[in-house]
């Protein structure tokens, strides 16, 4: 039995040769540079930091997970981490699905093209230059954002130097860089949509509103999905920006987990920060399957 | 026939005499930029003159991924033969690998070490063993932009009444070009704990007190009267004062130096480091005068202070281990100390030739002002580093949360004795 199987499973692979012989190098080369360094991330989370590297390190089972759980610095990051994805998630989408539908309605014909290219050309820019001139541009002593505020007579905005602004900065500068990306790929499924179902509704009677909800916003479910789980992805490891822009600060308050432990990394506390790693990486692992599953359900419903 | 004997003899007696010269190289990591990369290259040469056939190659990294890269290296057996830097930061490397050598009897064999006091020796120390052997004291006066105190009429500041002075002026009369709005009396630093805590040392030691933090003896200091007046005028630096760039709570090295260098601070740290650049027409072009830190109070004598040392370490898996002790001996030696001083402005003897040097450099080379060394904590109390992460986090709360009415004595008291609980806590750990 098992022998008539494995014959059958051999002259699949041999009838569909060809195919395989073309995947074959990327799945090595996917095997080798993303699956593999993963799996090394995970076994040096349980390992002593000072013999992680070495050829026979001193495996200490969870406890560098306990160590991290048991620092409410840890905790605290990992729930910052948490909020400031959903928020970012939610603006970046919003945003983007905003001017997606601007872009693509009837109402800026002139310039389309321009605007399009103008609102993607972030997405280009070396993101260390953006945010380098995003925290320039909140300096509180000679920043673009306060002197315009200023001469609007308005109140001065703390930007990046107060706690209770510096997340809300760091976002701003988020917004600017990625929305164009997800802006793009609401316009191209916008422009696959049927615009027949929209006509019909219309001649049926119903108003511009009950178009856009009923008619069109469900068949943009391929790229909310698309969008929602790569920007999850995205925004979980916030890191460059934080870096250029605030260094985790002022007083932790943007000091999420993957600058967290990319600061570990630096002490060489490796077990730590591997188990930091490890743990982002289970919850991104875990919401994308998630959204995917969800999405799935209702879409057979 | 004879004339091939006579040619085999000369190739045989050729590689005789040429057979002890054979090419060796160590390998130095540090952090210094093209500075250190000139100095370790000057020393090669020297040192090449006694040792034929030995070349120094140094590797500079960007200070943060020094750490990683030495860690990593020594934990996987391809360290390089010595590293330099800080004796701090040897001290993280020490506590990640546990595999420095002890330097004490690399040390001992010298025969020049007597201009090494005993200060320097115990910062070179930690868990008993000598980490480091010192190469280059680091001194920090307080800088002055000259022409914004000729503008203002002001002497040097002596005491913190004459800089508080001093700093308003500077912002009610800020140079041409700029604006009150731009322009600041101080250039601090404060992203990272180290960052906050060096700036806190330099108006601690400078103002004539000793123990920033904790004493010898593993008391806290803090809300000691003097020690509490300097901790609450240095947070009013920060916050109610405006003496500082309302950013400089995410500022480290990199953005304080761009606000010194930007022209936006009238005072700033002054490491011996610092002068060579500075002197440039690019940056502050000379235009800076230095001096001791203030004091705080009549009676104390205010001084520059020894902020740091720098040292030669040695993993115990360096591949050339005799040869890089003997590279740390002659880094002592008076060769390389005055190209040391010429090169990174930086020594620990006290015979060099400084005729060549500009008269700022040599304002520090002389070192003729008082010089109070910082008390080096981490040499007494290794959990010294987690001790300070906190204080850090909790001074960083109190500058991001300043209280209303400018008072800091409730705050002082609170944080010395949440400071007690965590020494106590540490030491019984450790």
């Given at each position: 039995?098992?022998?008539?199987?494995?014959?059958?499973?051999?002259?699949?692979?041999?009838?569909?040769?060809?195919?395989?012989?073309?995947?074959?190098?990327?799945?090595?080369?996917?095997?080798?540079?993303?699956?593999?360094?993963?799996?090394?991330?995970?076994?040096?989370?349980?390992?002593?930091?000072?013999?992680?590297?070495?050829?026979?390190?001193?495996?200490?089972?969870?406890?560098?997970?306990?160590?991290?759980?048991?620092?409410?610095?840890?905790?605290?990051?990992?729930?910052?981490?948490?909020?400031?994805?959903?928020?970012?998630?939610?603006?970046?989408?919003?945003?983007?699905?905003?001017?997606?539908?601007?872009?693509?309605?009837?109402?800026?014909?002139?310039?389309?093209?321009?605007?399009?290219?103008?609102?993607?050309?972030?997405?280009?820019?070396?993101?260390?230059?953006?945010?380098?001139?995003?925290?320039?541009?909140?300096?509180?002593?000679?920043?673009?954002?306060?002197?315009?505020?200023?001469?609007?007579?308005?109140?001065?905005?703390?930007?990046?130097?107060?706690?209770?602004?510096?997340?809300?900065?760091?976002?701003?500068?988020?917004?600017?860089?990625?929305?164009?990306?997800?802006?793009?790929?609401?316009?191209?499924?916008?422009?696959?949509?049927?615009?027949?179902?929209?006509?019909?509704?219309?001649?049926?009677?119903?108003?511009?509103?009950?178009?856009?909800?009923?008619?069109?916003?469900?068949?943009?479910?391929?790229?909310?999905?698309?969008?929602?789980?790569?920007?999850?992805?995205?925004?979980?490891?916030?890191?460059?920006?934080?870096?250029?822009?605030?260094?985790?600060?002022?007083?932790?308050?943007?000091?999420?987990?993957?600058?967290?432990?990319?600061?570990?990394?630096?002490?060489?506390?490796?077990?730590?920060?591997?188990?930091?790693?490890?743990?982002?990486?289970?919850?991104?692992?875990?919401?994308?399957?998630?959204?995917?599953?969800?999405?799935?359900?209702?879409?057979?419903? | 026939?004879?004339?091939?004997?006579?040619?085999?003899?000369?190739?045989?007696?050729?590689?005789?005499?040429?057979?002890?010269?054979?090419?060796?190289?160590?390998?130095?990591?540090?952090?210094?930029?093209?500075?250190?990369?000139?100095?370790?290259?000057?020393?090669?040469?020297?040192?090449?003159?006694?040792?034929?056939?030995?070349?120094?190659?140094?590797?500079?990294?960007?200070?943060?991924?020094?750490?990683?890269?030495?860690?990593?290296?020594?934990?996987?057996?391809?360290?390089?033969?010595?590293?330099?830097?800080n004796y701090e930061?040897?001290?993280?490397?020490?506590?990640?690998?546990?595999?420095?050598?002890?330097?004490?009897?690399?040390?001992?064999?010298?025969?020049?070490?007597?201009?090494l006091g005993e200060a320097e020796l115990r910062v070179a120390?930690?868990?008993?063993?000598?980490?480091?052997?010192p190469?280059q004291r680091v001194q920090m006066a307080?800088?002055?932009?000259?022409?914004?105190?000729?503008?203002?009429?002001?002497?040097?500041?002596?005491?913190?009444?004459?800089?508080?002075?001093?700093?308003?002026?500077?912002?009610?009369?800020?140079?041409?070009?700029?604006?009150?709005?731009?322009?600041?009396?101080?250039?601090?630093?404060?992203?990272?704990?180290?960052?906050?805590?060096h700036?806190?040392d330099l108006?601690v030691f400078g103002?004539?007190?000793e123990?920033?933090?904790?004493?010898?003896?593993?008391?806290?200091?803090?809300?000691?009267?003097?020690?509490?007046?300097?901790?609450?005028?240095?947070?009013?630096?920060?916050?109610?004062?405006?003496?500082?760039?309302?950013?400089?709570?995410?500022?480290?090295?990199?953005?304080?130096?761009?606000?010194?260098?930007?022209?936006?601070?009238?005072?700033?740290r002054?490491g011996d480091w610092?002068?060579?650049?500075?002197?440039?027409?690019?940056?502050?072009?000379?235009?800076?005068?230095?001096?001791p830190w203030?004091?705080?109070?009549?009676?104390?004598?205010?001084a520059v202070v020894a902020g740091g040392m720098r040292g030669?370490?040695?993993?115990?898996?360096?591949?050339?281990?005799?040869?890089?002790?003997?590279?740390?001996?002659?880094?002592?030696?008076?060769?390389?100390?005055?190209?040391?001083?010429?090169?990174?402005?930086a020594f620990v003897?006290?015979?060099?030739?400084?005729?060549?040097?500009?008269?700022?450099?040599?304002?520090f080379?002389?070192a003729?002002h008082r010089l109070v060394p910082s008390d080096f904590?981490?040499?007494?109390?290794?959990?010294?580093?987690?001790?300070?992460?906190?204080?850090?986090?909790?001074?960083?709360?109190?500058?991001?949360?300043?209280?209303?009415?400018?008072?800091?004595?409730?705050?002082?008291?609170?944080?010395?004795?949440?400071?007690?609980?965590?020494?106590?806590?540490?030491?019984?750990?450790?």
């Amino acid at each position: 039995m098992a022998l008539s199987r494995l014959s059958a499973t051999l002259r699949l692979l041999w009838r569909e040769r060809i195919f395989y012989a073309f995947v074959a190098p990327f799945a090595v080369i996917t095997i080798l540079f993303g699956i593999w360094p993963i799996l090394l991330s995970i076994q040096v989370s349980f390992t002593a930091s000072a013999t992680a590297l070495r050829a026979t390190p001193t495996w200490v089972g969870f406890a560098n997970y306990w160590t991290i759980f048991a620092d409410p610095l840890f905790t605290t990051s990992l729930w910052r981490t948490l909020v400031y994805t959903g928020l970012s998630v939610v603006a970046n989408l919003a945003f983007a699905l905003a001017l997606a539908v601007l872009l693509d309605s009837t109402l800026l014909r002139r310039g389309n093209m321009a605007i399009r290219v103008a609102l993607f050309l972030p997405v280009v820019t070396p993101d260390v230059a953006g945010y380098v001139v995003w925290r320039w541009l909140f300096d509180r002593s000679f920043g673009a954002v306060n002197a315009g505020l200023d001469m609007l007579g308005l109140p001065a905005f703390g930007g990046l130097s107060s706690p209770a602004t510096a997340t809300a900065a760091i976002l701003i500068a988020e917004l600017w860089h990625h929305s164009g990306f997800y802006m793009l790929i609401f316009l191209a499924n916008l422009a696959i949509r049927d615009k027949q179902l929209e006509e019909a509704a219309a001649i049926d009677g119903a108003t511009p509103w009950q178009i856009w909800r009923l008619i069109i916003l469900p068949q943009l479910k391929p790229a909310l999905l698309i969008n929602a789980v790569y920007a999850t992805i995205q925004f979980l490891k916030t890191f460059t920006v934080v870096v250029v822009m605030t260094k985790g600060g002022p007083n932790d308050q943007t000091n999420f987990v993957s600058y967290y432990a990319y600061q570990l990394f630096d002490q060489g506390r490796y077990g730590e920060a591997t188990a930091m790693a490890t743990i982002l990486f289970s919850i991104i692992i875990v919401l994308s399957l998630s959204m995917l599953w969800i999405s799935e359900r209702s879409g057979t419903k | 026939m004879r004339c091939l004997t006579g040619l085999t003899g000369l190739v045989a007696a050729g590689m005789l005499a040429t057979a002890p010269v054979h090419a060796q190289q160590l390998t130095i990591w540090h952090d210094l930029g093209d500075n250190g990369i000139a100095w370790f290259q000057r020393m090669g040469e020297e040192f090449a003159r006694t040792r034929p056939g030995v070349t120094i190659r140094s590797q500079s990294f960007p200070t943060e991924q020094w750490f990683g890269r030495v860690i990593g290296a020594i934990n996987t057996d391809s360290a390089p033969d010595l590293i330099f830097n800080n004796y701090e930061r040897v001290i993280r490397v020490q506590s990640q690998t546990n595999r420095l050598l002890d330097m004490r009897p690399v040390l001992a064999a010298s025969p020049d070490r007597t201009f090494l006091g005993e200060a320097e020796l115990r910062v070179a120390t930690y868990r008993n063993r000598m980490l480091i052997i010192p190469i280059q004291r680091v001194q920090m006066a307080l800088g002055v932009r000259k022409s914004w105190l000729d503008r203002a009429g002001e002497p040097f500041p002596q005491t913190w009444d004459d800089v508080q002075r001093v700093a308003r002026k500077f912002k009610e009369n800020p140079p041409p070009g700029s604006t009150a709005a731009n322009t600041f009396g101080f250039a601090l630093q404060a992203a990272r704990p180290r960052d906050l805590i060096h700036m806190l040392d330099l108006f601690v030691f400078g103002s004539g007190l000793e123990h920033t933090l904790i004493d010898p003896a593993g008391t806290i200091t803090i809300d000691r009267p003097a020690h509490a007046r300097v901790l609450q005028e240095f947070l009013r630096t920060y916050t109610s004062y405006g003496f500082v760039p309302p950013d400089t709570i995410n500022h480290s090295f990199t953005e304080m130096y761009q606000v010194i260098e930007g022209g936006r601070a009238g005072m700033f740290r002054v490491g011996d480091w610092n002068v060579r650049r500075w002197e440039q027409p690019n940056t502050l072009g000379g235009d800076f005068v230095v001096g001791p830190w203030p004091r705080f109070e009549a009676g104390r004598e205010n001084a520059v202070v020894a902020g740091g040392m720098r040292g030669v370490a040695i993993p115990e898996n360096s591949p050339n281990r005799q040869l890089a002790q003997d590279f740390a001996r002659f880094m002592l030696s008076q060769p390389a100390q005055q190209a040391s001083l010429e090169v990174m402005g930086a020594f620990v003897r006290n015979d060099l030739n400084v005729s060549a040097l500009t008269p700022l450099q040599q304002w520090f080379a002389r070192a003729q002002h008082r010089l109070v060394p910082s008390d080096f904590p981490e040499a007494t109390h290794a959990w010294y580093p987690e001790l300070e992460a906190a204080f850090h986090r909790r001074l960083l709360t109190g500058i991001a949360n300043p209280p209303a009415n400018g008072d800091w004595s409730a705050f002082i008291t609170a944080t010395a004795q949440e400071m007690r609980e965590a020494a106590q806590r540490l030491s019984r750990n450790n």
